[in-house]
């Protein structure tokens, strides 16, 4: 498939092909109809032939070439398997695209500071276990790296002190960026406010710009309560000392945020203690 994708993408050698397409032709009239040198045309032509999209015969004092449709099949089906895959509904493809939408209107409103301030996001799951494993996977850094990151990232530094004045620090970067060398993705500090186990926790993050200054502040209210199928989880995030360029971060709090929760809602239904409704291991 790579020598075929090259072989083509010469402009002289994809006139070729066209021509092909239409019927066998000589080296001479190939040439002739592509405006070309005789010798430039046997060239491409012998590297369509070692690409396997033509085919040549000797006829007398002539070399004809003709096309092998199959390798154009098959080039054809990759690159609509490739095609179907970026428009799967739900997937990263679309998710790119709502970011991309949010975007646009995000820097476009962004026209000073404070433009984004008292704007709030409200989030709700259910979650499997009862509040106090639930409480573990939000105050716990081995348990919130696992879901406190939008898909396509990962934890990369995390420091949650769960108590009132407590440090925050979450830096994240990109899933596949396995040895670290490529840039960080992200970086934010914060401090605990408020600490109620298996019940409420409040903290203010500030996601940082590449020069160390604040984007903006995000000030969220998470509230716990026991249901019939393990636990609410409900989440206001409201926003101050926003910046001109926290546009970026702004645009992607409900697509990203959202998409950590759901994470964190697998987490709790894979965990082996979900089902443990005496579950009362210490939460601090």
């Not at 004809?64 to 199959?70: E, G, N, S, V």
């Not at 995390?158 to 670290?180: C, K, M, N, S, T």
């Amino acid at each position: 498939m790579d020598a075929l994708l090259t072989a083509l993408a010469d402009a002289a050698r994809w006139r070729l092909v066209r021509l092909l397409a239409e019927r066998p032709r000589s080296v001479g009239v190939l040439a002739q109809l592509a405006e070309a040198r005789q010798p430039q045309t046997t060239k491409h032509l012998q590297t369509l032939e070692r690409a396997g999209v033509v085919t040549s015969q000797r006829t007398g004092q002539r070399r004809i070439y003709a096309l092998q449709p199959a390798p154009l099949r098959d080039l054809a089906a990759a690159l609509n398997g490739l095609a179907d895959t970026a428009d799967g509904v739900g997937g990263s493809r679309a998710t790119y695209d709502r970011y991309g939408l949010s975007l646009r209107a995000e820097r476009f409103a962004a026209a000073e500071s404070g433009w984004a301030d008292g704007r709030s996001f409200r989030f709700h799951r259910s979650l499997a276990g009862r509040p106090e494993l639930a409480w573990r996977y939000l105050t716990e850094a081995s348990l919130l790296a696992r879901w406190w990151t939008p898909e396509d990232l990962y934890v990369s530094e995390l420091v949650f002190e769960a108590r009132p004045g407590g440090r925050i620090v979450q830096e994240y970067r990109d899933a596949e960026d396995a040895d670290g060398s490529d840039l960080v993705v992200g970086r934010a500090e914060g401090v605990v406010e408020d600490v109620s186990p298996g019940e409420r926790l409040s903290y203010r993050l500030s996601p940082l710009l590449p020069d160390g200054g604040i984007a903006f502040t995000a000030h969220a209210d998470l509230a716990l309560q026991a249901s019939d199928t393990g636990t609410d989880l409900d989440v206001q995030w409201r926003i101050t000392d926003s910046t001109v360029d926290s546009a970026d971060f702004i645009a992607g709090i409900e697509i990203g945020f959202g998409q950590s929760l759901d994470k964190l809602v697998a987490a709790l239904a894979a965990d082996p203690h979900h089902s443990d409704s005496t579950d009362t291991r210490s939460t601090t």
